[in-house]
């Protein structure tokens, strides 16, 4: 494993159980296994470091997104294979997942440039938009889409993660369908209706 990986999982690890005002880089480096001057040479400052970590945990959970679905997809068989495979990826990775979400509900967030932001997200407004204009879903701003989609997503990982094994994916199943109705068109849910 490479020294910056090191520095990486360690401080992903201390990021999680400390916060990020418990968590010294002195601390990272000496749990890391690599002097100070080591972790600076790769990461300027904690900042500089926060932010990589988080860009990095964003590309990985991306790029498994990115191969879940196929052009023959149905907008809403694409829909719910992303939906699947982020929730069971934050099931099997919970210190990421909680990581992002730490990352989004402190000021971190905001020195992450908007760029950065614009490209973790991309694929998902490019999403939204193919849906707004196949009438699959309803109209209303991207941003508001995103932000209601994510927030549902991270309810229903939150109550399926104090839920017995077994019963998981039965629940993330019926979380699908309770975000789908919220999010679904007038024009969807009759050729859905009639479909039946």
Known sequence: MSKEKKILDTALKLFVEFGFHGTPTSKIAK?????NGTLFHYFATKETLIKELYVAIKNELNQILASQT?????????FNKLYFSTINWALVNQDKFYY?????????????????????SKMHISFIEKAKASGDIKIMPNDLLYTLINSQILGI???VLI????????IIGQGFEMIW????????????????
């Open 100 to 120: 992002i979400q730490q990352v989004h509900f402190s000021p971190h967030l905001a020195q992450i440039p908007a760029e950065v932001l614009h490209e973790q």
């Open 31 to 35: 749990d890391a296994g690599v002097a």
């Open 181 to 196: 109705d919220l999010i679904c068109s007038q024009q969807s849910a009759f050729h859905e209706s009639i479909s039946i």
């Open 157 to 159: 990982y939150q109550y």
């Open 163 to 170: 839920q017995p094994i077994a019963q998981q994916q039965e």
């Open 70 to 78: 196929s052009p023959t997809d149905s907008i809403k068989e694409a």
